[in-house]
């Protein structure tokens, strides 16, 4: 008996908060335009940093879907995530669900950064008595999930992803395979990030991963160019609601894409680097699971702009499909 096709999933709402603008809209411009947002970090004291460039949000506090008392009882990275999240629920026609029958899954890898810094400052110069009590609870990475199930009240499961680069893709894989299993009908996924501290600066720069670019931010981030030196730090957030398309049709909600098809593995080789002759497994199993061969797949090229790792993680898909290729 033929294996019955697993039902198709598709978004209904998007929501973006980026250094390129907080709106679909103003990110599609800006990319469509080329236009980098890398600048100087004036608002933090790098002087004594390798690194002084990065992405940075700005122009969230006009949003209309956070006050700005909660926003101050958020770390950056859950006030950017809430704020997509709740502007991915209205883009797809607020639906109403049953609070049982859903799920927030969340990307996100280093959690509070920013608060865990200046926290630890206040430690250092003034005693522990000067610590906001409210630190643990500002920091802890699931604290996005948590605050956006809280404001949709959805009773579903609340999950952070913590994967690094990929915890929002992962976020939305695993969307999809709740929604194909059944065990939900409306999902809220994506990621969110805000690791513009000094302290985290610091380290990548350390680690040389970083671009140096500090007189020419605008032309730091190259990462399929010869002469890169590293990514270009950022911070931010991006949601999508899925829905199972049937769902979506029979409340007649818009559905800007199918997801076809979603594959996760990790090589067992490196905190950070892929195999060297990019196995590529990834690709051809999120492939596979949908009939898509892999030669048709358009991009997937994560180009983190390190010099040492990027073009590893599709030659290996194609070299399953076709033999080595010179």
Not at 137 to 146: D, I
Not at 211 to 230: I, Q, T, V, W, Y
Not at 259 to 283: E, F, Q
């Amino acid at each position: 008996m033929a294996t019955p096709s697993p039902a198709p999933v598709v978004i209904t709402g998007i929501g973006v908060v980026t250094p390129a603008g907080c709106t679909p809209g103003e990110l599609w411009a800006a990319l469509r335009a080329g236009r980098s947002t890398a600048a100087v970090l004036d608002h933090l004291d790098l002087s004594r940093h390798k690194v002084r460039i990065g992405c940075r949000v700005r122009g969230l506090e006009d949003s209309d879907l956070l006050s700005a008392k909660d926003a101050r009882r958020m770390d950056p990275f859950a006030r950017y995530g809430v704020t997509a999240a709740l502007a991915a629920h209205r883009d797809a026609g607020s639906p109403r669900p049953d609070p049982a029958r859903t799920a927030i899954l969340v990307g996100n890898a280093v959690g509070g950064r920013t608060t865990s810094d200046q926290e630890s400052a206040h430690y250092t110069a003034d005693g522990p008595h000067r610590v906001n009590p409210l630190m643990p609870l500002l920091t802890m990475p699931n604290a996005a999930a948590a605050q956006i199930a809280m404001r949709l009240r959805w009773t579903g499961p609340a999950t952070t992803i913590a994967t690094t680069c990929a915890s929002g893709a992962d976020a939305i894989g695993q969307a999809v395979t709740l929604l194909r299993a059944g065990r939900a009908d409306v999902v809220v996924a994506g990621g969110c990030e805000a690791t513009l501290s000094p302290v985290t600066l610091a380290g990548f720069g350390n680690l040389n991963a970083v671009s140096l670019r500090n007189d020419e931010p605008d032309k730091a981030c190259r990462p399929f160019d010869a002469d890169r030196d590293g990514f270009v730090m950022g911070e931010g957030a991006g949601f999508v609601v899925l829905e199972r398309a049937r769902d979506a049709a029979a409340r007649g909600a818009r559905a800007y894409a199918e997801v076809a098809g979603y594959g996760a593995t990790c090589d067992a080789h490196h905190l950070s680097m892929p195999l060297p002759d990019g196995s590529g497994a990834v690709v051809v199993r999120g492939g596979g699971a949908v009939g898509v061969d892999v030669c048709d797949v358009g991009g997937g090229e994560p180009g983190v702009g390190e010099g040492r790792g990027h073009r590893a993680d599709r030659a290996g898909a194609v070299r399953q499909r076709h033999g080595q290729v010179v």
